[in-house]
Nanobody, 121 residues
Framework: VQLQASGGGLVQPGGSLRLSCAASGGSFSEYAMGWFRQAPGKEREFVGVISGSGKSTYYPDSVKGRFTISRDNAKKTVYLQMDSLKPEDTAVYYC???????????????WGQGTLVTVSS
């Protein structure tokens, strides 16, 4: 499975941004899709996951209520809608694919290249 993330950019605090992750190869609907982020000098952080069917999602408290993951299996694309963005959300965001509904990065076998999100006025 190859993953290509896009949609990053500069946004003001309180603003919104939607990231996309397009997949190729493999059976997309068989994979849970996760989003992670890594800020400079920090460890990679789990942002959320959506099941293969799209019926289940899970978010950590740090983004719950602000971030929403969705997917379109026909288009082989997963989305990360980010609202009420804060400066601390600044990071490189990665999408990843796993066979299980997982929160640990080690469970994800396939990774996109990352897209930079900068939240600043």
């Amino acid at each position: 499975v190859q993953l290509q993330a896009s949609g990053g950019g500069l946004v003001q605090p309180g603003g919104s941004l939607r990231l996309s992750c397009a997949a190729s190869g493999g059976s997309f609907s068989e994979y849970a899709m996760g989003w992670f982020r890594q800020a400079p000098g920090k460890e990679r952080e789990f942002v959320g996951v959506i099941s293969g069917s799209g019926k289940s999602t899970y978010y950590p408290d740090s983004v719950k209520g602000r971030f929403t993951i969705s997917r379109d299996n026909a288009k082989k694309t997963v989305y990360l809608q980010m609202d009420s963005l804060k400066p601390e959300d600044t990071a490189v965001y990665y999408c990843a694919a796993a066979r299980s509904f997982a929160v640990r990065s080690g469970s994800y076998a396939y990774w996109g290249q990352g897209t930079l999100v900068t939240v600043s006025s």
